[in-house]
């Protein structure tokens, strides 16, 4: 039986609330926090837990939104980050490679951009990028190896951009700035 008996979850919860920093100053885990909780009787639903636990602690969730996205679609607008700042293109995808140094035999990083006027579709950005960063002067001397290249984000400017007008389609508007 638990030391305390709390009439109902609201209670249990803003007594829960206010244990989480003391228990994260004495080096808890959530996951052990929830278990000292609920040893006293005050504890409530894992997934509220884990939100406050968030919340008043100021972490960020963990996650990658395009990790889920299919590379034969658009992504949706719940994936792509919004910025007010002005971009020369509508979208912006940004894009990590590492190259392997071969003369000096360590890692590099190299940052790719590429700006469209219209949504893609991931694969042919992902394509894109591949091929932008395996046509540099450095790879085609054998220099530097393509070890990987991750996407990074997808912004979106919302400013006021002036329109321009492209004949081709889709596929034709890439540009790496």
Known sequence: MAL????NFGSRRVMGRAFIPKLFKLGYNP??????LKLY???YRKTTFLS??????????KRDPLKHVRKDRKPTDAVIQKTKDEQK???KHTYKAMLYDVEQGNYTTQHISIGTNKSQKLGNM?????VIT???KYTEANKFILSKIERESITESTANLPQYEYEGGDDEDYTNY
Request: hydrophobic share 45%; proline share 3%.
């Open 41 to 43: 009787g005050v504890s």
């Open 134 to 136: 395996t046509s540099f």
């Open 89 to 91: 293109h509508k979208f």
């Open 52 to 61: 406050d636990w968030r919340q008043i602690l100021g972490i960020e969730r």
């Open 126 to 130: 992902d394509e894109m990028a591949f």
């Open 4 to 7: 305390f008996s709390f009439p």
């Open 31 to 36: 996951a052990r926090a929830m278990s000292f």
